[in-house]
């Protein structure tokens, strides 16, 4: 049965924190401001409430609410990259949010809320075993099977971007070694440009440079792109997937896809799911957050 959304909708990430207004299906208006990485919860809190506002949102209407990070059975939210939202730890972010916002909400990962999202409005529309991999900051997924995501009882379903790597050999902010996110992620690429020489370079200036031809740049995308290739080679072995959608900033960046579809093509072609861009966009997680 088709989903209908009406409501409103929050996407809280590690750089940005927006807000919808949802009529119809439709996505009707919209706001957004950076997200205050190293605040504390009470003023993150009072970011969704500024942005709720200027919507016109009320006490107790439908509100979907996409956090970044693990939120478990009980409703306890925590980061688990520990550059991203430090001071995120076990927080009752069900109740409080139900305190300062009325009863009528949903609470659902972001990534998890973006692959929903997709899967229901998006580029996962038609296939039963669908993925969805972000790639910005970081790198994070979900998975939608027959309509509905994968999810679990602590709450770390879908943060794929921890997964290993053949190709891994470093730290990332979940403290696993060599996952997937020490390669491909916005962070892990500026690493391994600084180890490059070339310090002053962030991950959209190393994708720049990556464009521009210095070959110094194209390794690290490649390797980037065959990492992300890997890994849904991996994740299709396990959940039979029919299509990935690829979001991010990074994800989305001009020949990113291409790249990751060049190196899937070394994987047997079981292993060789559709590979789309995400059709919503940055919007994914807002969609999803009112549909999961």
């Known amino acids: 049965m088709a989903k209908m959304l009406n409501g409103f ?7 940005k924190l927006a807000a919808a207004r949802f009529e119809a299906n439709k996505l009707v208006d919209k706001v957004q401001m950076p997200t205050q990485a190293s605040a504390p919860f009470g003023d993150l809190c009072n970011g969704i ?17 996409a956090l970044t990070g693990r939120i478990d059975q009980a409703g306890h939210w925590s980061a688990v990259n520990g550059g991203t939202l430090p001071k995120i730890k076990n927080i009752d972010v069900r109740n409080a949010l139900r ?36 790639i910005s900051t970081g790198v994070g997924g979900g998975i939608v099977l027959n309509g509905h995501p994968i999810t679990s009882p602590n709450g770390l379903a879908g943060h ?64 980037a792109a ?22 991010g900033s990074i994800g989305l960046a001009d020949g990113y896809i291409e790249l990751i ?12 799911p559709e590979i789309l861009p995400a059709h919503l966009g940055g919007d994914s997680p807002l969609f999803g957050a009112l549909c999961a």
């Open 9 to 15: 909708a929050i996407d809280l990430g590690g750089t």
């Open 226 to 247: 065959e990492a992300i290739a890997i890994q849904i080679a991996d994740l299709t072995s396990i959940f039979g997937l029919e299509r990935v959608a690829i979001g």
């Open 99 to 134: 305190v300062r916002f009325g009863q009528n909400i949903t609470i659902i990962n972001d990534a998890t809320a973006a692959a929903c999202g997709e899967a229901h409005f998006g580029a996962g529309q038609g296939v039963s075993a669908f993925g969805y991999i972000t």
């Open 49 to 65: 409430g500024e942005l709720l506002n200027q919507l016109g949102f009320q006490q107790n209407d439908r509100l979907g609410v």
């Open 160 to 223: 794929i971007g921890f997964m290993r790597s053949p190709l891994g050999n470093a730290k990332c902010g979940s403290g696993r070694f060599g996952t997937v996110e020490s390669i491909a992620g916005g962070r892990a690429i500026a690493q391994l440009a600084a180890e490059a020489g070339h310090s002053d370079y962030d991950a959209k200036q190393v994708f720049q440079a990556h464009l521009e031809g210095h070959i110094w740049a194209s390794e690290i995308i490649n390797r």
């Open 261 to 272: 579809i060049n190196h899937l093509q070394n994987e047997p072609a079981l292993f060789q």
